[in-house]
């Protein structure tokens, strides 16, 4: 029996290490940041900035790997105001990490800090945060953050760093999404992709940005334009959005790059403030980081609620094959949309069902 029961936690401890081997372990290393979002979920409902001791950050990362994550995620808040960034990258990857992402704003990219950055070779991937075209960005994030931030992309490519540009697809940008998106690769040639991630309802957001969250037209739109510049070669994907594959093969435009839904087994965040959560923007805590308990909330994380298959919407939508075919185990979150009436996913299922039947009637 004790044989057993030894076994069996082995075999536990090789699935926690095959699940964390998949995803990335992020790290929010500080909240403060040189840009004054007025839509920003890492900052949104805070009330002071908080920022990680450079030890707990290095605990932390030597926790996760031991516990089999090999992949990095670094982000903010603006990392690049953090002092400890580089040292946490270099020692990431003498530990034995295969790769670290980090998110900025572009804006502290000098030749300095790209020149640092440089040394890590290939191991070390950047993305950067665009809101759309010149007017839209400053008018977000600040009059002037265009030029700070395209110069900081220019200045990054220029050094050799790889570098995606994330750009939040709020309903102004839909229907312009094939142009911005060429505007985007000519613009900054040598990027290694543009990824758009749905514009979702932060905490005290402004009225004028909720009028941005996409319907379920506006989200099929999305789908349909970026499946065509996929098929045509554009790198373009949605972030960390299953719903899309799910709609580009119902419309027959399977060319779309499949996502993993926003929760997952194996992939956790430790905030600043040292909240563990499953999601950098849904922020639910499953509780505060203490050494020695990450193994804990890895544990939490691939047996928890919000990973698991949903028993109480799912079963009785009858998308539900069509979800599961494409890893979509849960209603689209509370955030997506105005959260009146059914999810956000069913909507547009239903929408998306009844536009190719009425096609084919």
């Not at 640092?116 to 600040?142: E, I, M, N, W």
């Not at 109480?312 to 979800?323: A, M, Q, V, W």
Request: contains cysteine; charged residues 25%.
């Amino acid at each position: 029996m004790a044989e057993k029961a030894k076994k069996s936690g082995i075999e536990k401890l090789i699935e926690m290490q095959d699940i964390a081997d998949k995803e990335p372990l992020s790290i929010e290393v500080t909240t403060e940041c040189n840009s004054r979002c007025s839509h920003c979920f890492a900052r949104a409902g805070l009330k002071e900035y908080s920022g990680l001791a450079a030890e707990t950050a290095h605990q932390i990362m030597k926790e996760g790997f031991a516990l089999g994550y090999r992949n990095l995620h670094i982000t903010g808040g603006e990392p690049f105001l953090w002092p400890g960034l580089f040292e946490l990258i270099g020692s990431a990857l003498n530990t034995g990490y295969e790769s670290i992402f980090c998110n900025t704003n572009g804006k502290l990219l000098t030749e300095k800090n790209c020149s640092r950055a440089r040394a890590f070779g290939k191991s070390l991937t950047l993305s950067v945060s665009l809101q759309g075209y010149p007017k839209l960005h400053d008018a977000v994030r600040g009059s002037g953050s265009w030029e700070k931030t395209s110069k900081g992309i220019k200045t990054a490519v220029e050094a050799g760093l790889d570098l995606f540009v994330f750009t939040s697809a709020g309903k102004s940008l839909i229907k312009s999404l094939p142009r911005y998106t060429e505007f985007i690769f000519n613009e900054f040639k040598g990027i290694m992709g543009l990824t758009f991630i749905q514009m979702i309802r932060t905490a005290g957001d402004k009225p004028d940005l909720s009028d941005e969250l996409l319907e379920p037209e506006d989200f099929m739109e999305m789908v349909r334009a970026l499946s065509l510049l996929s098929l045509f070669g554009y790198p373009v994907d949605i972030l960390e959005n299953p719903l899309a594959a799910v709609v580009s093969h119902i419309m027959g435009m399977d060319w779309l790059p499949h996502t993993p839904p926003l929760h997952r087994p194996g992939k956790l965040v430790v905030l600043a403030d040292k909240n563990v959560t499953l999601s950098h923007s849904s922020r639910e805590s499953l509780g505060i980081y203490k050494e020695g308990r990450l193994k804990q909330f890895l544990e939490a994380a691939m047996r928890g609620k919000a990973v698991a298959p949903d028993s109480k919407i799912c079963p009785n939508c009858r998308h539900i094959e069509k979800c599961r075919k494409f890893g979509m185990l849960n209603p689209s979150e509370w955030f997506r949309d105005r959260g009146k009436g059914a999810p956000f996913c069913m909507k547009t299922l239903d929408k998306c069902m009844r536009l190719i039947e009425k096609k084919y009637s």
